[in-house]
C-alpha cells in the first residue's frame, strides 16, 4: 500500500463516522450490514470500513480472505438490487482491514433494500429506515420515477381551466378543442388521459402534478410550493433593503410570464451620456435569464413541498434558487457542457410544445453561460447548498 493511501485511511479514521463514512470491527449480523451498503447506494455514497472499531482504532481482522468473500456474496445477495461496490485490502500496523466504497456512478438502480425488506437512507452517521416521500425522492433521482406525472389527490374535472387548455390544444394541434371532440367522438375525459394529464382513481378522473401546474384553476391550492418569490434588493447581499417584493402564483405559464415582468420592472438601466445622446446600458442577456427562469420552473423538484423557487434581484447578480439537488447523472461540471436529465418529463413537453422551452436541452452552456460571460465577461455560477439549486448570473460591470 502506497503512503498516500495510508494516510488517506489514517485520516478517515481519525475523523470518524459521518454521512460517508462507517466503521464496522467484523462481519457479525448480514442483514444489519447489508443495511449500511443500502444506506450508502440510496443516498450519496460512502465507504464502509471493517476491521475498524466504532472510535476508529485499529481491530484488525482473522481472516480477511474469508471476509472479502462475504461481503462479495453479501452485496449480491442481501442487497436487492445488487449493490456494485469497490472492495479494497489494506494492511496497517500489521493489522487487515477492508474498505467497501459504495460510489453513486456504479449504483444508479435506486431504491435499493436488503434482503429483509428494509429501505435505508444515511442520515448523518446512521441509516435510517426511508419515508415514503423519500422513497419517491430517490426513485426520481434515479429516472425511475417522474412525480409530475403522478395524481393530486382531491383534484378533478372542475380544477381544470379549460379556457387554458383550449388554448394549448389549438396551439399544439391546429384547430380547436371543440372539433377535436366532435370529430373524433372522445370526452374530455377520455383525451385528457390519452394526454397522460389525468388518472382515474376509484373512477373518478384525477388530475396530475402536471395538469395541476399548466392548466389547473388555481394549482397553488393543491401544490402551494409551486409559487415564486422575487425580491429585489437594493445592495450585493440579503441584509440591504427591499425595493420590490412579489410571491407570483398561477399557472406556470403565468408565472414565467409575471416573472419577467418583475425582472423588467426592477433591473435597472444605467446610462453614458454622449452629448444629447444617451446610451442605455444592458447589464443582463434577457435570453440568458429568462432560461435560467424558465429551467427553474420546469425542473424544480415539485415533490418538496416547503419550498418555492427564489430569485433574488441584487445590485449586482441575479441568482434563482431552484428546490432540489440535481438529478439522476448530473453534475455541476457536466450541466455546464449541456448534460441534462428532465426531473420533470411531462412539465418539460408542455413547455416546449407552448415555446418557453428548447427540445434540444443545450440552454446552460449555449444561452445562460455562453451569452452571460460574453455580455458581463464572468461566467455564471452553479452551487448546490443542501437541497437547492443556485444559479447566479452576474451583472454587466458598470460605474
Known amino acids: 500500500m502506497s503512503a498516500t493511501h495510508e494516510d488517506a485511511i489514517r485520516t478517515a479514521m481519525a475523523n470518524g463516522e459521518n454521512h460517508t463514512t462507517e466503521f464496522k470491527c467484523q462481519i457479525d449480523n448480514p442483514e444489519s450490514l447489508a443495511g449500511e451498503l ?13 476491521g475498524v472499531d466504532d472510535d476508529g482504532s485499529l481491530a484488525g481482522l482473522d481472516d480477511a480472505n474469508a471476509t472479502f468473500q462475504t461481503l462479495t456474496h453479501l452485496c449480491r445477495d442481501r442487497c436487492i438490487p445488487p449493490v456494485s461496490p469497490v472492495l479494497e485490502s489494506y494492511t496497517i500496523n500489521g493489522h487487515d ?18 434482503a429483509g425488506g428494509r429501505f435505508y437512507v444515511r442520515v448523518g452517521k446512521d441509516k435510517k429506515d426511508a419515508t415514503g416521500r423519500e422513497l419517491i425522492r430517490i426513485a426520481q433521482a434515479a429516472g425511475e420515477l417522474h412525480y409530475d406525472e403522478g395524481p393530486v389527490l382531491g383534484t378533478g374535472l372542475e380544477d381544470l381551466s379549460i379556457p387554458a ?47 395541476v401546474l399548466i392548466f389547473g384553476v388555481y394549482p397553488q391550492r393543491f ?9 429585489a434588493f437594493a445592495g450585493q447581499d440579503e441584509d440591504s433593503d427591499i425595493l420590490d417584493r412579489r410571491d407570483i402564483t398561477g399557472r406556470l405559464p403565468t408565472i414565467i410570464e409575471d416573472t419577467q415582468a ?50 433574488f434581484l441584487f445590485r449586482d447578480r441575479i441568482e ?11 453534475t455541476l461540471d457536466n450541466i455546464k457542457l449541456g448534460v441534462h436529465a428532465e426531473r420533470n418529463r411531462a412539465i418539460a413537453t408542455v413547455l416546449t410544445q407552448l415555446g418557453y422551452m428548447s427540445a434540444i436541452g443545450t440552454g446552460v452552456p449555449r444561452l445562460i453561460i455562453r451569452l452571460s460571460r460574453e455580455l458581463a465577461g464572468r461566467e455564471p455560477e452553479f452551487e448546490v447548498v443542501g437541497e437547492e439549486l443556485r444559479v447566479r448570473i452576474w451583472a454587466r460591470p458598470f460605474p
Open 38 to 50: 443500502v444506506a450508502f447506494a440510496n443516498s450519496d455514497g460512502g465507504a464502509l470500513y471493517i
Open 97 to 114: 482491514i477492508l474498505v467497501v466504497r459504495v460510489m453513486p456512478e456504479l449504483n444508479r438502480q435506486k431504491p435499493y433494500r436488503t
Open 165 to 211: 387548455f383550449e388554448a394549448y390544444h389549438e396551439r399544439q394541434f391546429g384547430y380547436s378543442l371543440a372539433e377535436q371532440l366532435d370529430q373524433s367522438g372522445m370526452t374530455l375525459p377520455t383525451l385528457l388521459r390519452n394526454l397522460r394529464l389525468i388518472h382515474d382513481l376509484d373512477g373518478q378522473p384525477t388530475l396530475s402534478v402536471a395538469c
Open 223 to 231: 401544490l402551494p410550493q409551486s409559487r415564486l418569490s422575487a425580491v
Open 262 to 311: 418583475f425582472l423588467e420592472r426592477n433591473i435597472r438601466v444605467p446610462a453614458r451620456e454622449h452629448g444629447f445622446r444617451r446610451e442605455d446600458i444592458i447589464l443582463y442577456d434577457r435570453k440568458a435569464v429568462g432560461e435560467a427562469v424558465v429551467n427553474a420552473i420546469a425542473h424544480r423538484d415539485y415533490s418538496l413541498s416547503g419550498s418555492q423557487i427564489r430569485l
Open 320 to 330: 434563482v434558487r431552484s428546490p432540489g439537488r440535481l438529478p439522476n447523472s448530473v
